[in-house]
């Protein structure tokens, strides 16, 4: 790994931060990782990995160290939550492997975190800060200042914001709002031994129900189950995390099956999110500056691709810098110029999916008549253009 001299901030130490960090050392250049937490960790639950993520971790050299933590799933099956009769199943097994060159798995997000933040802390090109609370940023023409709340002045040559939904750095560049959805998240584990045997399933299993959906899949060897519920909310929220009561989540679930609807007794404590997105824009950053992950299109979670995204994002980042010499803004041009396209995809595609899932009425009827007699073929290309995404070729539409 040949230095560079260069250096660049990154500001976040969640997945798509440590991503852009190995991503950027990956090139030689030098890291300033600023976390605000005391601790670099993650909190939440279990999340999904597509082929286009571990495709991701591969080119970041941790891709094997994730698999050895992950539970690779046999299908991913959506089920209908009123009459309990399955609406689609999608193989995830060999012929998924070899169509899309990686597998469909299931992980503790503790887990992929400590992935990647282990080549981290072994990367002599990274230096990152805990209790690091960035309150500005300046950017030049020659370069860029960071600065802390503790009155702290980082300089590097460029940043790049991966710190998250309500990002400073997009605040003091190219500012915008998020959009609270109104959809409220709940996550849980729930030990296997306390999971019920019939819905002990190697997948992914999706419980769609009229405004309100749940999700179990195993973690940890299948020792852990992963249990997320997502309702609409009939009060005004606000995007944060919190503490949830079950209470809440019943009063939301009338009227659904009992197979699913044994689920959310189990959990002995839940973590609440009310979640936001934001619409896609034509811009995320100025100069040396740029956008990653949820700071750049942050997404509700329906087709499970916020992190995956993060992973593409840091990835190609690295692969722009690497094609424009280290002319970071020129880079980051290039970089934005493919992935706002795809991201803004995603983040429509995953509105659209919510809609699906949360069927009601006459659409429930039609969202369980959409997919009866397709083949397992008919799927695997409907997804190519989102599973099928390589490094080799993460900048070809720039090309085109």
């Given amino acids: ?32 990782l600023l976390e605000q937490a005391a601790h670099i960790g993650e909190i939440g639950a279990g999340i999904q990995l597509g082929p286009n993520a571990f495709a991701a971790l591969d080119a970041l050299g941790v891709g094997e160290v994730a698999r050895s933590r992950a539970v690779f799933t046999d299908h991913i099956i959506m089920m209908d939550a009123i009459d309990a009769q399955e609406v689609v199943r999608i193989e995830t097994g060999e012929a998924f492997r070899r169509r899309f060159g990686g597998p469909y798995a299931v992980i503790h997000r503790a887990d992929i975190h400590l992935s990647i933040l282990e080549a981290v802390r072994e990367n002599p090109l990274i230096q990152f800060r805990t209790s690091t609370h960035v309150q500005d940023v300046h950017v030049g023409a020659n370069g860029v200042d960071v600065v802390d709340t503790q009155g702290n002045v980082y300089k ?80 005004q929220e606000e995007w944060g995390v919190r503490d949830g009561s079950k209470e809440e989540v019943l009063s939301y679930f009338a009227g659904i099956h009992p197979r699913p609807r044994q689920m959310l007794d189990r959990p002995t404590s839940w973590r609440r999110w009310a979640t936001a997105d ?93 997919w009866k007699g397709k083949s397992q073929d008919h799927f695997y290309t409907a997804l190519e253009w989102l599973y099928g995404w390589r490094r080799e070729s993460c900048l070809a539409d720039a090309d085109a």
Wanted: charged share 20%; with cysteine.
């Fill in 1 to 32: 790994m040949k230095k560079t001299g260069q250096k660049v901030v990154v500001v976040g130490g969640g997945i798509g931060g440590l991503a852009a960090a190995l991503a950027l050392t990956r090139q030689g250049i030098e890291v300033q």
């Fill in 278 to 370: 934001r619409e896609p824009v034509e811009s995320w950053g100025e100069g040396r500056a740029t956008l990653l992950g949820d700071a750049a299109h942050p997404m509700t979670q329906y087709m499970a691709q916020g992190a995956c995204m993060a992973l593409e994002d840091a990835v190609t980042l690295g692969e722009a810098v690497a094609r424009c010499d280290g002319d970071f803004s020129a880079a980051f041009h290039l970089y934005e110029s493919v992935r706002i396209p795809r991201t803004a995809r995603v983040v429509w595609s995953t509105r659209e999916m919510g809609r699906i899932y949360h069927a009601q009425g006459v659409e429930r009827l039609v969202r369980n008549r959409l």
């Fill in 156 to 235: 590097a040559d460029a940043v790049v914001g991966c710190d998250g939904v309500k990002s400073v750095v997009r605040e003091k560049t190219i500012g915008g709002t998020h959009r609270v959805t109104g959809h409220v998240v709940y996550r849980a584990v729930v030990e296997r031994e306390n999971m019920p045997e019939d819905l002990r399933v190697n997948a992914p299993m999706l419980w769609a129900g009229p405004r309100c959906h749940l999700v179990h899949y195993p973690l940890r060897g299948g020792q852990q189950y992963n249990l997320v519920v997502t309702f609409h909310s009939h009060d």
